[in-house]
């Protein structure tokens, strides 16, 4: 008994950022991305019957000893709740569309990636008994917390939350209530620094647990949603620029106030925060910034700023980019199964 399955999952930019977990896995406060379209991760999972599990990742076809232990990671908690997934021997063969150093975060697009592919296979056996896509985006969240928003396309909620009626902490959701203007949203990824980041998310999360700061920030965070949920719906891009903007500032502000405490931040990523702003001020458009757990720069523009956005960058960020690399991207419609 064999057999493979393959999907290609995107990565996603939250708008208000989880940072913070309580318990396994269960996000502290509810949390909003964009799922991105160009940045993606393909995954093919092979399966044979075995007498316990064994797990081998290729990257780009080459065997990589560097992720098996978060991928093993990730069965042995799937196993718990999929008994079943005890008896196979898993071959994994993934790639990114995004250079593997660039510094973006592969997990959400890797570990959705990787979840879909072992939804695939339970439904193949006749294992799975809960909505296919809900139950990808909770075995995402088991391998990583920002991977869950990933198996949906556009906007996607992650977390209870009092305004988002089908919320949940388990699973993501898709938030379709969004004005159009958010259709077809872009995000240039103003690669400041390519190479692995100081400190992992996993490390940041836990910094929260004795935060001088958490329980208001946990609150803050919750009232953003709040005024996002409305700021989507009426389209209002002005209101949109000044709450993205805070929460990324306040993500790196968490991270300069943990104990101990760690910048990610790097100085041409303060650069370019300010030469958006001055831009944005001078030429009547809505070109904003947000920030992963690193220091590229994320610049979000509607379809209309395109032009202005373009320039901004050849005459003022280019500049400031690592080898002066970037990479556009804009709002996706989610995962896709591929032929093996
Ligand atoms: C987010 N980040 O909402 C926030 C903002 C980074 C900055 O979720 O420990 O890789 O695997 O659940 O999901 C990155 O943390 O952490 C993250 P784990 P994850 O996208």
């Known amino acids: 008994m064999k057999g493979s399955v393959k999907w290609q999952s995107p990565s996603n930019i939250a708008l208000v950022k989880y940072w913070g977990k309580k318990g396994f896995q269960i996000p502290s406060n509810a949390s909003l991305s964009f799922t991105l379209s160009n940045c993606h991760t393909t995954t093919e999972l092979r399966w044979s019957k075995n007498e316990n599990t064994d797990v081998s990742v290729y990257l780009d076809n080459v065997l990589n000893e560097g992720f098996k232990p978060k991928v093993t990671k990730f069965f042995d908690h799937v196993s718990e709740l999929y008994p079943v997934l005890k008896t196979f021997k898993f071959d994994i063969y993934t790639s990114n569309t995004f250079p593997h150093s660039s510094g973006i975060a592969s997990s959400a697009s ?13 439904e193949s056996i006749g294992k799975l008994d809960k909505p296919f896509f809900e139950e990808a985006s909770n075995l995402a969240r088991i391998g990583s917390g920002s991977a869950s928003r990933s198996v949906f396309g556009g906007l996607v909620e992650w977390g209870e939350h009092p305004k988002f009626d089908s919320s949940s902490d388990k699973h993501a959701s898709p938030f379709t209530e969004a004005h159009p203007v958010f259709h077809n949203y872009q995000d240039t990824i103003l690669l400041v620094h390519e190479g692995q980041k100081s400190v992992s998310s996993t490390v940041g999360h836990g910094l929260l647990d004795s935060h001088p700061f958490s329980e208001q920030r946990f609150k803050v965070a919750q009232e953003n949603m709040a005024k996002l949920k409305d700021i989507l719906i009426q389209g209002d ?12 500032l306040m993500l790196h502000g968490l991270m300069m106030t943990s104990n101990p405490s760690f910048i990610l931040m790097l100085p041409n990523t ?18 904003a910034f947000t920030l992963d757990a690193g220091a590229n720069v994320h610049m979000l523009y509607p379809e209309k700023d395109i032009d202005k956005a373009q320039k901004l960058i050849d005459t003022e960020l280019a500049a400031l980019c690592a080898n002066g690399k970037y990479i556009c991207d804009n709002v996706g419609k989610g995962p896709e199964q591929l032929e093996c």
């Open 110 to 122: 890797g570990m959705s990636a990787l979840a879909l592919c072992t939804c695939s296979l339970l």
């Open 237 to 248: 891009l002005a209101s949109f620029t000044e709450l993205i903007e805070s929460e990324a």
């Open 270 to 287: 303060l650069a370019i925060i300010q030469k958006i702003q001055t831009f944005r001020k001078q030429n009547d458009c809505h070109i």
